[in-house]
């Protein structure tokens, strides 16, 4: 089976078709597992340095091998280099004797040693990338955190290695059958991998070509992947972008120490109408996403009607990124951009303990995030979250599944955890109308404070409690609410119970006039101060800028100032064509200023 090469850094090669990466059929209902150990913070996948632009700094060692992979290559006259062989190893001088192909490079890797193969840049290859035996007897594995095995690029010019093939790009996966196997500290950084046959653009678009994983880390019985590092990095037009997850049936199995940073994850779909994910993630232990782009995964095509699974359409099941089952994970810095559904998804068929969701940029998805609405038998299966410093833009302007929805978060099952100093702006109004803040599913102990949500219209309630079951002190205090219709929902409670668990303390509301709703009881200003929060207050607040949009950055920058423009910005970004001002962390920093909050 061929498989396709995004831009992004991965650490395997494929040549067969496998269970598991081969465009699998994912269902998260059938996902079992432990849970249950303490969270501990997270750590770094490798332990080197980085340069003045972010990016990992790789230094080979005295026996380092290094094979240089080139589309002019040649598999018989190649040799091996050495850390002696040139004073740059990434941009070789004098002539290269490269290889003509990856499984024929690899075969002069050794297990447990820190050996490089470099692609090099501007040049095109065909040939799926594997990193597991591949029935030739090599294996690429590290020797440790500072001396990894590394999968990249070489070359002073050009843009990343493009991986062209029509189903899957790279593994990280390790077969051994019964023996126990420990695949570790592998480093794949700067390709770009890339299905061109489900591209409807490309002259050799095939409209029933199903597709496959483009980065695959899989870790199944027996055998154990950890310490491995994904960065600078694409994947595009595969039915999963990205998978990281272990199928091991040991409920204690964890992929562990996994860190994907700055990659591009887009265009994931499929034509069948099963799932299809921009990241598929499930039993990850210490699990860092941080810097990446995500956009337009889960789907080619907007809905035809709602409802409908239709070749390429989006679906209410699709998303950006979908975990399952994560232990101490951050996810940060990330762009998450017009989803087939929601931005980032999270669900616990066991406990997801240790989360952080920090500092995202969420553009034109019909919902930010959730966490956890799945599994609501599982009370309190959410420990100890944090969301915190996020920006939510523009939600609901695709409409991609025709449902009429434009959401912020969704909190469900929460066992502690607090979500403060986020910014929900110019969300756009639906007929199912936006709710900023969703709380369902019964949660405790959890602290909302200090979130600010300004030029929002058509909302159906800026906060919106089921009771099923009830919330148990929830606490909702110091935050902002604007809205342009003072017709609409403050608050809605289905039921009496919804708001029983829940305090109210210094919220600002605004207009001067706005609705709550709890049960079949509408109150008016003075009523919801007199049952629910004495200090509330009705005060337009003044903010230092708040007119700031993503438009009007990219019009400060001198680009065209439209969101679109803003989009394709960050899809074309590559490891070695990097610009910080299309990150999350720049524009969060410009539109948060506008409204004086700070990290």
């Known amino acids: 089976m061929n498989r396709t090469i995004g831009m992004i850094f991965s650490a395997v090669l494929t040549l067969g078709i496998l269970a598991g990466c081969s465009g699998e059929k994912f269902d998260d209902s059938k996902d079992t597992g432990g849970g249950g150990e303490n969270n501990l913070p997270i750590q770094p996948a490798l332990d080197l340095p980085r340069d003045a632009d972010g990016w990992t700094v790789f230094t080979p060692s005295s026996d380092t091998r290094i094979m240089y992979v080139s589309s002019s290559g040649d598999d018989a006259t190649a040799v091996e280099y050495t850390s002696a062989s040139n004073v740059n190893p990434f941009d070789p001088q004098g002539t290269v004797y490269s290889f003509k192909t990856y499984k024929a490079a690899k075969a002069h890797t050794r ?165 299809s994910q921009g990241m598929w993630a499930s039993r990850v232990r210490n699990f860092l996403v941080d810097e990446n782009v995500f956009d337009h995964n889960g789907w080619l095509i907007q809905a035809t009607l709602p409802g409908e699974n239709l070749q390429g359409q989006a679906t209410m099941f699709n998303h950006n990124t979908y975990t399952c089952a994560l232990i101490n994970s951050t996810f940060r810095n990330n762009i998450f951009t017009r989803a087939s559904s929601i931005g980032t998804k999270f669900t616990a068929p066991y406990d997801i303990q240790g989360l952080t969701i920090n500092d995202n940029l969420y553009v034109d998805n019909e919902l930010g995030l959730n966490v956890c609405s799945n599994y609501p038998e599982r009370l309190f299966r959410v420990k100890g979250a944090t969301i915190k410093d996020n920006v939510f833009y523009n939600l609901g302007r695709s409409n991609q599944t025709k449902r009429n929805v434009s959401w912020g978060m969704d909190i469900a099952g929460w066992d502690g955890g607090s979500v403060y100093n986020n910014l929900m702006v110019h969300n756009l109004p ?66 009496i119970g919804g708001v029983a668990g829940v305090t109210f303390s210094g919220n600002n509301y605004y207009p001067t006039a706005p609705l709550f709703r709890i049960a079949s009881n509408s109150l008016d200003f003075s009523q919801w101060k007199a049952t629910y929060e004495s200090n509330a207050t009705f005060t337009k607040r003044t903010f230092p800028d708040a007119s700031r949009t993503v438009e009007t950055y990219m019009a400060s920058l001198g680009e065209t100032g439209t969101l679109d423009a803003f989009i394709e910005k960050c899809r074309t970004q590559d490891r070695f064509n990097w610009d910080i001002k299309f990150t999350a962390d720049t524009v969060n920093s410009y539109l948060r200023t506008g409204f004086g909050m700070t990290e």
């Open 111 to 275: 297990s447990g040693y820190p050996d490089w193969v470099l692609f090099k840049r501007g040049d095109t290859f065909t040939e799926d990338l594997c990193i597991d035996d591949d029935n030739d007897g090599s294996i690429l594995s590290g020797r440790s955190a500072n001396e990894p095995a590394l999968v990249g690029a070489y070359g002073a010019t050009g843009i990343s290695p493009v991986f062209k093939v029509k189903a899957g790009g790279i593994q990280v996966r390790f077969l051994r059958g019964s023996s126990h196997f420990v695949g570790e500290y592998i480093a794949i950084c700067g390709l770009a991998f890339y299905s061109y046959t489900r591209n409807p653009a490309d002259s050799a678009y095939n409209s029933a070509e199903e597709g496959d994983v483009g980065i695959c880390i899989w870790q199944n019985a027996n055998n154990k992947i950890r310490n491995i590092l994904v960065e600078g990095c694409s994947s595009s037009f595969f039915s999963t972008g990205m998978s990281v997850y272990s199928s091991s049936t040991d409920t204690t199995s964890y992929v562990e120490n996994i860190e994907i940073r700055r990659n591009i994850i887009m265009n994931a779909y499929s034509n069948s109408g099963a799932h």
């Open 430 to 495: 639906q007929p199912q109308g936006l709710r900023a803040f969703m709380i369902s599913e019964g949660s405790r102990n959890v602290d909302m404070h200090d979130n600010v949500v300004h030029n929002s219209g058509g909302v159906t309630s800026m906060v919106w409690i089921t009771d099923t079951p009830v919330s148990t002190k929830m606490t909702l205090r110091n935050n902002y609410f604007e809205m342009h219709d003072p017709n609409n929902l403050m608050f809605f409670s289905s039921t």
